[in-house]
Every structure is written in C-alpha cells, then in structure tokens.
C-alpha cells in the first residue's frame, strides 16, 4: 500500500475512501482506538489511582487518590529506592443485589500495584503514611547523603 493510501486511512479512516459516503454518521476510528489502548492498561490504570510525586529538601511527598479503598486493604514497601503501593477495591455486595437490574456499570473493582523508584536514597525506618478521605499521603524522608548541604567558605 502506498504512503499516501496508508496515511489517509490511518488518518481519516477507511470510510474516507468511498467519497459518497455520509463519513459523519460512522467516525469510528476513535472507537476502536479507545478500545484497543484499554487492553494494555495497567489494573492500577483501570481502577483510576493516580500518584503525584513531590520532593522538597528534607523529604519526597507521594499522593494517591484512593476513593472506596479501605486503609486496612493498601500495603506500602520501600526496597532499594523503590516505593511499592498496592491494595484492593473490594465490591460491595449489597443484600438483594441479585434482583438488581444494572443500567451501567462503570466503577472497577480489584487489585492494583503502583511502583516508583524515588530520585535519592529515602530514610525509610522514618516514613510516614496518612490516609484521609480517600487520599494516600506518604511522606519518605531523604536520608543524610541525599540531603543537600551547605558549604561554608573560609
């Protein structure tokens, strides 16, 4: 297939090759873009957790919006400048749930691992976690030899 026939399918769709053709009833191309970038998301990607990591000069600050997860369902490890956050979202079963008739159903539930090697060596006997309406705060401080210091003139 030529350059130009390749282009202009990958960049219209193959309905843009029949001229007649109401294009705006099927603009399908993103549909199924869509569709195929979802099966190579991660189970943390599905579920939604994010992370933000922040760094000051004493200490690395890592954030995860965690809605619907129970702090006693999340584990935490620090290993070799790794940080390792993983946990469940439980589904709740409610009574009489099976006569239930879903109209849609767009929460996910199930396990998710996040991992993130942290930019210096952490004083990890010294991290703390915080967990406050739904969001993870972690607090690793740097250790001595990553902590910038000040060098006096003489």
């Given at each position: 297939?030529?350059?130009?026939?390749?282009?202009?399918?990958?960049?219209?769709?193959?309905?843009?090759?029949?001229?007649?053709?109401?294009?705006?009833?099927?603009?399908?191309?993103?549909?199924?873009?869509?569709?195929?970038?979802?099966?190579?998301?991660?189970?943390?990607?599905?579920?939604?957790?994010?992370?933000d990591?922040?760094?000051?000069?004493q200490?690395?600050?890592?954030?995860?919006?965690?809605?619907?997860?129970?702090?006693?369902?999340?584990?935490?490890?620090?290993?070799?400048?790794?940080?390792?956050?993983?946990?469940?979202?439980?589904?709740?079963?409610?009574?009489?749930?099976?006569?239930?008739?879903?109209h849609r159903?767009?929460?996910?539930?199930?396990?998710?691992?996040?991992?993130?090697?942290?930019?210096?060596?952490?004083?990890?006997?010294?991290?703390?976690?915080?967990?406050?309406?739904g969001?993870?705060?972690?607090?690793?401080?740097?250790?001595?030899?990553?902590?910038?210091?000040?060098?006096?003139?003489?």
């Amino acid at each position: 297939m030529s350059n130009s026939v390749s282009s202009m399918r990958r960049n219209r769709g193959p309905l843009s090759m029949v001229p007649w053709f109401p294009k705006e009833l099927f603009e399908l191309d993103g549909v199924f873009d869509s569709l195929m970038s979802r099966q190579n998301e991660s189970p943390a990607d599905m579920l939604g957790v994010r992370l933000d990591l922040t760094e000051n000069d004493q200490a690395y600050e890592v954030q995860l919006d965690l809605p619907g997860i129970r702090p006693e369902d999340v584990d935490i490890q620090v290993e070799n400048n790794l940080l390792t956050i993983r946990g469940q979202r439980r589904e709740e079963l409610e009574e009489g749930g099976k006569d239930k008739q879903y109209h849609r159903v767009e929460r996910r539930f199930g396990s998710f691992s996040r991992s993130v090697v942290l930019p210096a060596t952490v004083s990890d006997s010294e991290a703390v976690a915080e967990f406050k309406d739904g969001v993870l705060k972690i607090t690793l401080p740097k250790s001595e030899q990553a902590r910038p210091r000040k060098i006096n003139i003489k």
